[in-house]
Protein backbone atom coordinates (compact mmCIF):
# COMPACT_ATOMS: atom_id res chain seq x y z
CA UNK A 1 0.00 0.00 0.00
CA UNK A 2 2.93 2.59 0.83
CA UNK A 3 4.60 1.71 -2.04
CA UNK A 4 1.79 2.31 -4.47
CA UNK A 5 1.20 5.73 -2.68
CA UNK A 6 4.57 6.72 -3.06
CA UNK A 7 4.49 5.35 -7.20
CA UNK A 8 1.29 7.93 -7.36
CA UNK A 9 3.48 10.69 -5.87
CA UNK A 10 5.79 10.07 -8.41
CA UNK A 11 3.43 9.81 -11.47
CA UNK A 12 1.88 13.13 -9.93
CA UNK A 13 5.51 14.82 -9.14
CA UNK A 14 6.43 13.55 -13.17
CA UNK A 15 3.46 14.81 -14.61
CA UNK A 16 3.40 18.15 -12.85
CA UNK A 17 6.87 18.81 -13.88
CA UNK A 18 6.31 17.90 -17.49
CA UNK A 19 3.57 20.47 -17.60
CA UNK A 20 5.30 22.90 -16.36
CA UNK A 21 7.96 22.16 -18.64
CA UNK A 22 5.21 22.00 -21.79
CA UNK A 23 3.04 25.20 -20.48
CA UNK A 24 5.02 27.74 -22.37
CA UNK A 25 5.49 25.60 -25.71
CA UNK A 26 1.72 24.67 -25.21
CA UNK A 27 0.17 28.59 -24.99
CA UNK A 28 2.18 29.82 -27.71
CA UNK A 29 1.36 26.74 -29.47
CA UNK A 30 -2.54 27.71 -28.43
CA UNK A 31 -1.44 31.17 -29.30
CA UNK A 32 -0.71 30.65 -32.95
CA UNK A 33 -3.47 28.38 -33.57
CA UNK A 34 -6.00 31.23 -32.45
CA UNK A 35 -4.95 34.11 -34.41
CA UNK A 36 -4.61 31.67 -37.23
CA UNK A 37 -8.07 30.48 -37.09
CA UNK A 38 -9.18 33.95 -36.43
CA UNK A 39 -7.41 35.80 -39.32
CA UNK A 40 -8.22 32.55 -41.80
CA UNK A 41 -12.00 33.10 -40.77
CA UNK A 42 -12.07 36.64 -41.54
CA UNK A 43 -12.34 35.85 -44.86
CA UNK A 44 -12.62 32.03 -45.02
CA UNK A 45 -15.82 31.62 -44.48
CA UNK A 46 -17.25 34.09 -47.38
CA UNK A 47 -14.44 32.28 -49.37
CA UNK A 48 -16.24 28.79 -48.38
CA UNK A 49 -19.52 29.97 -49.83
CA UNK A 50 -17.86 31.08 -53.42
CA UNK A 51 -16.22 27.77 -53.70
CA UNK A 52 -18.45 25.61 -51.81
CA UNK A 53 -15.70 23.89 -49.69
CA UNK A 54 -13.36 25.27 -47.47
CA UNK A 55 -9.71 25.67 -48.16
CA UNK A 56 -7.80 26.17 -44.66
CA UNK A 57 -5.26 28.78 -44.50
CA UNK A 58 -6.71 30.61 -47.99
CA UNK A 59 -8.54 33.27 -45.72
CA UNK A 60 -5.68 34.20 -43.83
CA UNK A 61 -3.27 34.43 -47.19
CA UNK A 62 -5.99 36.78 -48.78
CA UNK A 63 -6.23 38.30 -45.84
CA UNK A 64 -2.67 39.18 -45.85
CA UNK A 65 -2.89 39.97 -49.24
CA UNK A 66 -5.27 42.56 -48.85
CA UNK A 67 -3.85 44.34 -45.81
CA UNK A 68 -0.83 44.58 -48.27
CA UNK A 69 -2.56 46.24 -50.87
CA UNK A 70 -4.35 48.36 -48.84
CA UNK A 71 -1.04 49.76 -47.29
CA UNK A 72 0.44 49.89 -50.83
CA UNK A 73 -3.16 52.02 -52.05
CA UNK A 74 -3.18 53.92 -48.63
CA UNK A 75 0.71 55.56 -49.70
CA UNK A 76 -0.70 56.93 -53.18
CA UNK A 77 -3.74 59.79 -54.00
CA UNK A 78 -5.94 57.98 -55.47
CA UNK A 79 -5.55 54.77 -52.93
CA UNK A 80 -5.73 57.75 -49.75
CA UNK A 81 -9.01 59.58 -51.88
CA UNK A 82 -10.61 56.33 -51.90
CA UNK A 83 -10.56 55.10 -48.31
CA UNK A 84 -11.35 58.96 -47.29
CA UNK A 85 -14.50 58.34 -49.28
CA UNK A 86 -15.04 55.22 -47.34
CA UNK A 87 -15.30 56.55 -44.46
CA UNK A 88 -17.34 58.93 -45.49
CA UNK A 89 -19.89 56.56 -46.18
CA UNK A 90 -19.43 54.42 -42.91
CA UNK A 91 -19.71 57.88 -41.31
CA UNK A 92 -22.85 57.93 -42.36
CA UNK A 93 -24.27 54.97 -41.11
CA UNK A 94 -25.80 55.33 -37.50
CA UNK A 95 -24.58 52.65 -35.47
CA UNK A 96 -21.67 51.63 -37.40
CA UNK A 97 -20.11 55.46 -37.00
CA UNK A 98 -19.71 55.59 -33.47
CA UNK A 99 -18.13 52.00 -33.26
CA UNK A 100 -15.52 53.00 -36.31
CA UNK A 101 -15.10 56.64 -34.91
CA UNK A 102 -13.89 55.18 -31.28
CA UNK A 103 -11.65 52.29 -32.95
CA UNK A 104 -10.15 55.12 -35.04
CA UNK A 105 -9.54 57.17 -32.02
CA UNK A 106 -7.64 54.53 -30.36
CA UNK A 107 -5.56 53.32 -33.26
CA UNK A 108 -4.59 56.82 -34.13
CA UNK A 109 -3.76 57.57 -30.50
CA UNK A 110 -1.69 54.31 -30.38
CA UNK A 111 -0.21 53.69 -34.06
CA UNK A 112 -0.28 57.46 -35.85
CA UNK A 113 -0.36 59.53 -32.81
CA UNK A 114 -2.98 61.54 -33.40
CA UNK A 115 -5.94 62.58 -31.52
CA UNK A 116 -4.33 62.51 -28.09
CA UNK A 117 -5.79 65.44 -27.27
CA UNK A 118 -9.15 63.70 -26.77
CA UNK A 119 -7.82 62.20 -23.94
CA UNK A 120 -6.50 65.04 -21.32
CA UNK A 121 -4.29 62.89 -19.45
CA UNK A 122 -3.68 59.28 -17.58
CA UNK A 123 -4.76 58.71 -14.38
CA UNK A 124 -5.10 56.67 -11.89
CA UNK A 125 -8.39 55.61 -9.68
CA UNK A 126 -9.51 52.99 -6.82
CA UNK A 127 -11.26 50.59 -9.53
CA UNK A 128 -13.72 48.50 -9.52
CA UNK A 129 -13.17 48.87 -5.35
CA UNK A 130 -10.96 50.28 -2.98
CA UNK A 131 -7.50 49.25 -2.69
CA UNK A 132 -7.63 48.05 -6.67
CA UNK A 133 -6.22 50.48 -9.16
CA UNK A 134 -6.98 51.05 -12.62
CA UNK A 135 -5.31 53.45 -15.23
CA UNK A 136 -7.61 55.09 -16.98
CA UNK A 137 -7.99 58.39 -19.56
CA UNK A 138 -9.57 61.35 -18.83
CA UNK A 139 -11.53 62.63 -21.47
CA UNK A 140 -13.49 66.00 -19.67
CA UNK A 141 -15.72 67.23 -17.27
CA UNK A 142 -18.67 65.85 -16.37
CA UNK A 143 -21.98 66.82 -17.07
CA UNK A 144 -22.86 70.14 -15.13
CA UNK A 145 -25.93 67.87 -14.28
CA UNK A 146 -24.45 65.02 -12.95
CA UNK A 147 -22.49 67.49 -10.65
CA UNK A 148 -25.42 69.19 -9.55
CA UNK A 149 -26.43 65.87 -8.41
CA UNK A 150 -23.51 64.67 -6.43
CA UNK A 151 -22.74 68.47 -5.82
CA UNK A 152 -19.17 67.79 -6.03
CA UNK A 153 -16.44 68.19 -8.76
CA UNK A 154 -16.69 65.04 -11.20
CA UNK A 155 -14.39 63.74 -13.82
CA UNK A 156 -15.40 61.93 -16.97
CA UNK A 157 -12.95 58.64 -17.36
CA UNK A 158 -12.53 55.99 -19.85
CA UNK A 159 -11.62 52.90 -18.85
CA UNK A 160 -9.97 50.59 -21.75
CA UNK A 161 -10.33 47.00 -22.07
CA UNK A 162 -7.18 44.81 -22.44
CA UNK A 163 -6.32 43.62 -24.42
CA UNK A 164 -8.68 45.44 -26.72
CA UNK A 165 -8.37 48.97 -25.75
CA UNK A 166 -11.37 49.94 -28.44
CA UNK A 167 -13.91 49.15 -26.41
CA UNK A 168 -14.68 49.52 -22.81
CA UNK A 169 -16.27 51.92 -20.75
CA UNK A 170 -17.06 55.50 -18.78
CA UNK A 171 -16.98 56.01 -15.29
CA UNK A 172 -17.57 59.38 -13.54
CA UNK A 173 -15.34 59.94 -10.45
CA UNK A 174 -14.77 62.71 -8.12
CA UNK A 175 -11.91 65.24 -9.15
CA UNK A 176 -10.24 64.31 -5.93
CA UNK A 177 -10.25 61.17 -6.06
CA UNK A 178 -8.32 61.10 -9.85
CA UNK A 179 -4.44 60.85 -9.30
CA UNK A 180 -2.91 62.29 -12.35
CA UNK A 181 -0.14 60.15 -13.55
CA UNK A 182 2.49 61.73 -16.03
CA UNK A 183 2.88 59.06 -18.39
CA UNK A 184 2.50 60.20 -22.05
CA UNK A 185 -1.08 59.12 -23.32
CA UNK A 186 0.09 56.42 -26.21
CA UNK A 187 2.82 54.88 -23.42
CA UNK A 188 -0.31 54.23 -21.29
CA UNK A 189 -2.26 52.78 -24.00
CA UNK A 190 0.31 50.48 -24.91
CA UNK A 191 0.67 49.53 -20.99
CA UNK A 192 -3.25 48.45 -21.10
CA UNK A 193 -2.83 46.31 -24.57
CA UNK A 194 0.16 44.62 -23.13
CA UNK A 195 -1.12 43.54 -19.72
CA UNK A 196 1.69 45.86 -17.84
CA UNK A 197 4.05 44.05 -19.74
CA UNK A 198 5.12 47.21 -22.10
CA UNK A 199 5.96 49.51 -19.47
CA UNK A 200 6.92 53.22 -20.04
CA UNK A 201 10.41 54.06 -19.97
CA UNK A 202 10.51 57.86 -19.97
CA UNK A 203 9.29 58.43 -16.17
CA UNK A 204 11.53 59.24 -13.52
CA UNK A 205 12.27 56.63 -10.77
CA UNK A 206 10.36 58.71 -8.15
CA UNK A 207 7.61 61.16 -8.46
CA UNK A 208 4.50 62.06 -5.97
CA UNK A 209 1.33 61.69 -7.65
CA UNK A 210 -0.87 64.65 -8.41
CA UNK A 211 -4.28 64.70 -8.19
CA UNK A 212 -6.60 66.66 -10.52
CA UNK A 213 -8.00 69.79 -8.47
Not at 64 to 92: D, N, R, V
Amino acid sequence: MIQFIIMWQKIGAYFFRGLITLLPALITIWLLWFMFSFLDGILGNFITLLLGHSIPGLGLIVTILLIFLSGYSATHIFGAKLFQLGEEIIYKIPIVKHIYASAKQINDVLFVHKGTEEFRRACLIEYPRKGIWSIGFITSDAAAEIEAKTKEKMINVFIANTPTPATGFLIMVPAKEVILLEMKIDAAFKYVISGGVLKPSDLPNEMPPKKES
